[in-house]
């Protein structure tokens, strides 16, 4: 059954840039009341406090804090306040957004560059796979996800592609992608949906600290069937959309957000074909 949004919740973790700032802006737009978690330097005040200020001039409640969401003592503090922020009825959406990861190179490819070290990985999987299966264990045991809601993981297609930089980022992304299938048959029962959405590549803070990111993007933008990249209001409006309803039979799934992105990724290797044929 379709439902409205309006005068419900949503915890966004990381919030105050590209995606989750996009999809916090577009639930509020729908009447949703956002709690927000990002992890940011005293320059990015300005730029929350502009977010606060747009989510309420939509008529709802904000509720921003500058908290490492991958922490247990910020999930220890913000389980109880969003139990009483929502009157325990818990959450409605709980997007998983949290782009902060070891951009480095397993191997190095030239005399004394950096590599991968245990500590940069383990980091890595935590906060960008293994936070989102610890909120979730939390918030049930808190009672604050209940039948209808929806759980939602920003992966990518790095999960099965390679970037020089990508190996830790692309390994979180596969184990994200695993919690989010086991937590879907878990949590089935209970009503509740979750899922992964595999936005194509989009310009946000995170992609720019990606050294090849240049290239990449002009790539993608042009083997891409709507011959452009994905905008974080693409994957809002994806978000909203799937939110609507109060069933849980779609879960489990690596939905892709990209325009056809990821099918149209051959045309890459065609091109790339062509210049070898050439050269």
Partial sequence: MLTSLD????????????????????????????????????AAAQSVAELADEIIACGVQARFHNLNAARKST???????????????????????????TLVRYLPDQADAPVLTQRQLEMTMDVMA???????????????????????????????????????????????????????????????????LRAGVTITPALRRIPEHLEFSRDSARNNPHHRLTTPQDVAEAVVLLSATTSSWITGNTIGVDGGELLAAGGSWASQEGIRQDG
């Fill in 130 to 196: 293994h936070s989102l299966l610890y909120w979730v264990q939390d918030l049930c045991a808190a009672g604050l996800l209940r039948p209808g809601a929806k759980v939602f993981a920003m992966t990518s297609a790095g999960a099965v592609q390679h970037l020089p930089s990508y190996g830790a980022v692309s390994a979180a992304k596969v184990a994200l992608e695993a919690h989010v299938r086991q937590l879907a048959c878990e949590l089935a029962p209970r009503g509740v949906a979750v899922n992964a």
């Fill in 75 to 101: 999930r220890d503090e913000l389980v109880g306040t969003i139990d009483e922020l929502t009157d325990g009825q818990g959450l409605k959406i709980l997007l998983h957004s949290l782009a902060f990861g």
């Fill in 7 to 42: 005068k419900t919740w949503g915890l966004v973790l990381g919030a105050s840039s590209g995606i989750g700032r996009a999809c916090a802006l577009a639930m509020a737009q729908q009447g949703m009341n956002v709690v927000g978690v990002h992890f940011d330097t005293a």
